[in-house]
C-alpha cells in the first residue's frame, strides 16, 4: 500500500515537471514568432487587380492579368497579404488611357504608393510596368431558346400543342466577338416519364464555357405544355390530281381515301372533311405504272400523327 501510495506521489511530481517544460516551450515558441513578426522584409507577392468604372458600353477582355509588387514591411502585415489573395484597385476612370482597343495603365499612372498601403508599408517596385487591358464593345442580342426534352406520355394522353419555354428567348450581353457566335441557347437534357397533366418544369441552360465576360438575362427556364386525353379519328377525304397534261383526261380510283388522325377530345367534334386536302401529282407517276401517290397539303393544326390508309391511287388514260 505505502509503495502505491509512493509511486503516485513520483509520477504526480514527474508530470508537473512535464507540464512546466512544455509551458516554458509554448512561451518560447510564441516568443521566437513574434520577434520574427517584428522584423521587416521585403518580398515580391502577387496582387490581383479589382477594375472599378469600366465604361459601361466597354467589357475588358483579360481578366487573368495580376501585379508582382515588391513591398517591404514587418512580418505582421505581411499575415495578411498570405492569408488571402490581395488586390490592388484600378479606377479606369483616371488610371488608364484609352487608345485603339486597350485601356493602357501605366507604373507611373499609378496611386498605388499613397492610396492602397499605409504609412508602415514600403512600396519598392511594380512589375509589370505596363498593363494593356483589351476591351470590346459590348453587344446586346436575344436568342431563342432550344428546349431538349423527351416526353412519354401515359397511353391516350399528348400535349395539345407543343412543348414551349418560359421565357422563349434571353439576352445576353458581352464583348461583340463572343456574343455575335451564339445563335441559340439549349436547355440541359430532361426526361418527363407517364405524363398524363400539364406540365410546368424548371430547367436549367447549357451556357457557353468562360462565360466570365457574358450576362444572361436567365440561366434558366420554365417548360411548359398543355397535356390532354387524345383519341383517334378517321374521315373520308376526296382526291384530286393536278398537273394533268392538257387534253388528257384520267380516270381514278379510290376517289376517296381514309385519312386517320390523332386529336385532344376537346378538339374531336370540330374537325371535318373540308379541314383536309389531299391530293396526287401526276408529275410523280411511279414508273411507268398507272399509279399515283397521295399527299396531304392542307390540314388543321390541332390534328397529331395524320396519315393516309390508303397509299396508291390507280388511273387509267382516256382517250
Keep these: 500500500m505505502i509503495k502505491k501510495l509512493k509511486s503516485e506521489i513520483l509520477a504526480s511530481i514527474k508530470n508537473k515537471r512535464i507540464n512546466v517544460f512544455l509551458l516554458f516551450l509554448l512561451f518560447a515558441f510564441i516568443i521566437l514568432i513574434f520577434t520574427k513578426l517584428s522584423k521587416e522584409y521585403t518580398n515580391t507577392i502577387a496582387f490581383g487587380i479589382e477594375k472599378s468604372n469600366i465604361p459601361e458600353e466597354n467589357v475588358i477582355l483579360n481578366d487573368s492579368v495580376v501585379l508582382n509588387i ?5 512580418g505582421f502585415k505581411w499575415l495578411k497579404y498570405y492569408m488571402s489573395k490581395p488586390k490592388v484597385k484600378i479606377d479606369f476612370s483616371k488610371d488608364v488611357d484609352k487608345k485603339e482597343g486597350v485601356f493602357l495603365w501605366n507604373k507611373s499612372k499609378s496611386y498605388l504608393d499613397n492610396t ?11 512589375s509589370p510596368k505596363e498593363i494593356a487591358f483589351r476591351y470590346d464593345v459590348n453587344l446586346v442580342k436575344k436568342v431563342p431558346i432550344k428546349i ?18 418560359d421565357p422563349d ?33 424548371t430547367t436549367s441552360l447549357k451556357l457557353p464555357e468562360n462565360t466570365s465576360d457574358l450576362k444572361f438575362s ?54 371535318t372533311n373540308k379541314d383536309f386536302k389531299v391530293i396526287c401529282d401526276y408529275t410523280k407517276v411511279i414508273g411507268n405504272q ?23 391511287i390507280e388511273f387509267i388514260i382516256i382517250k
Excluded at 174 to 194: A, C, W, Y
Excluded at 295 to 309: C, G, L, Q
Design 70 to 74: 515588391t513591398l517591404k514591411t514587418h
Design 116 to 126: 492602397q498601403f499605409d504609412e508602415q508599408v514600403e512600396l519598392l517596385n511594380i
Design 148 to 165: 431538349n426534352a423527351t416526353v412519354n406520355f401515359h397511353p391516350g394522353y399528348d400535349v395539345a400543342d407543343k412543348l414551349i419555354s
Design 169 to 201: 428567348s434571353i439576352e445576353i450581353i458581352g464583348p461583340n466577338v463572343l456574343v455575335s457566335k451564339i445563335n441559340r441557347l439549349e436547355t440541359e437534357d430532361i426526361i418527363f416519364n407517364d405524363v398524363k397533366s400539364n406540365l410546368l418544369e
Design 218 to 271: 436567365a440561366n434558366s427556364v420554365i417548360i411548359k405544355a398543355d397535356v390532354e386525353k387524345f383519341t383517334e379519328g378517321t374521315l373520308k377525304i376526296p382526291v384530286n390530281i393536278i398537273n394533268v397534261p392538257k387534253g388528257m383526261r384520267l380516270k381514278y380510283f379510290p376517289k376517296e381515301v381514309n385519312v386517320s388522325y390523332y386529336i385532344s377530345l376537346s378538339n374531336f367534334n370540330s374537325i
Design 290 to 312: 398507272s399509279l399515283l401517290v397521295p399527299e396531304i397539303v392542307k390540314s388543321p393544326k390541332t390534328a397529331k400523327n395524320i396519315r393516309i390508309n390508303q397509299q396508291r
